[in-house]
């Protein structure tokens, strides 16, 4: 069983920064990637940012450029920086890992919200 255990979440103002944490109780090079996706009120779950297991980076266009995703091998742990946050960043955010191994199963954190308002 695999657990990804989300921190970092909390109340930003407009313009601030805030950095997420995903701590996954399986060695990181298990999965072929790792990444973040967020879900507000009302929404779909969407893609925020990927990293492969050799560093392939994918972004969303909402947060290119002000976010950042990036992991660190030794302690099993990615990250996501935030930039210039704004209010239509307020959501919930979910870690997901992909297995190496067939059927390649994805895993989900439990969720940590971040809200942007003054």
């Known amino acids: 069983q695999v657990q990804l255990v989300e921190s970092g979440g909390g109340l930003v103002q407009p313009g601030g920064s805030r950095r997420l944490s995903c701590v996954t109780s399986r060695n990181i090079f298990d999965f072929n990637g790792m990444g973040w996706y967020r879900q507000a009120p009302g929404k779909e779950r969407e893609l925020v940012a990927l990293?492969?297991?050799?560093?392939?980076?994918r972004y969303s266009e909402s947060v290119k450029g002000r976010f950042t995703i990036s992991k660190d091998n030794a302690k099993n742990t990615v990250y996501l920086q935030m930039n210039s946050l704004k209010s239509e960043d307020t959501a919930v955010y979910y870690c997901?890992?992909?297995?190496?191994?067939?059927?390649?199963?994805?895993?989900w954190g439990q969720g940590t919200q971040v809200t942007v308002s003054s």
């Open positions: 990293i492969s297991r050799a560093n392939s980076i």
């Open positions: 997901k890992a992909i297995d190496s191994i067939p059927p390649f199963q994805n895993y």
